[in-house]
C-alpha cells in the first residue's frame, strides 16, 4: 500500500528553523514528484516547493524562496523541507504531496493543481509564535 506520511512540525519562534519530512512507503518516491502544500487557517491551499521525478529540478513560490529547501534523502525514502528564517506568517498545516503516476499531471507537472497529484500525507502543522 502506497502511503506519505509528513513529520517535524511543532511549535518554533520567530527566526528559527524547522526541517519537515516526507517519507514514502510502499512505493519508490524517488521515482515521483513531490510538492509541499501548506494551507494556514482561514487561507486557501498553497503549494510552496516542488522537486522534479526525472532531473530533480526545484521550483520555489515567492513566499519561500531564498528561506526554504526541498531536497531527497534517497536514503530514508523521502523528501526533505528545509525551512529557515520562519515567520509568524509561514504558520499553516504542511503537507506533501507525489505526483507523475497519472498522465494529467505530466500538463502542468509541479504546476499542477492539488486535484492532479496523485497520493497526499495527513499534514503536519508548523506554528510560529514568541
Known amino acids: 500500500q502506497m502511503h506519505l506520511e509528513e513529520s517535524g512540525g511543532g511549535l518554533v519562534q520567530p527566526g528559527g528553523s524547522l526541517s519537515l519530512s516526507c517519507a514514502a512507503s510502499?512505493?519508490?518516491?524517488?521515482?515521483?514528484?513531490v510538492a509541499w502544500f501548506r494551507q494556514a487557517p482561514g487561507k486557501e491551499r498553497e503549494q510552496i516547493a516542488c522537486i522534479q521525478n526525472v532531473d530533480h529540478t526545484t521550483t520555489y513560490e515567492e513566499p519561500v524562496k531564498g528561506r526554504f529547501t526541498i531536497s531527497r534523502d534517497n536514503a530514508k525514502n523521502s523528501v526533505i523541507l528545509q525551512m529557515n528564517n520562519l515567520g509568524p506568517e509561514d504558520t499553516a498545516v504542511y503537507s506533501c504531496a507525489m505526483g507523475g503516476v497519472r498522465a494529467s499531471w505530466y500538463i502542468r507537472k509541479c504546476s499542477a493543481g492539488p486535484s492532479e497529484w496523485d497520493l497526499w500525507g495527513q499534514g503536519t502543522l508548523v506554528n510560529v509564535s514568541s
Open positions: 510502499g512505493f519508490t518516491l524517488n521515482m515521483y514528484a
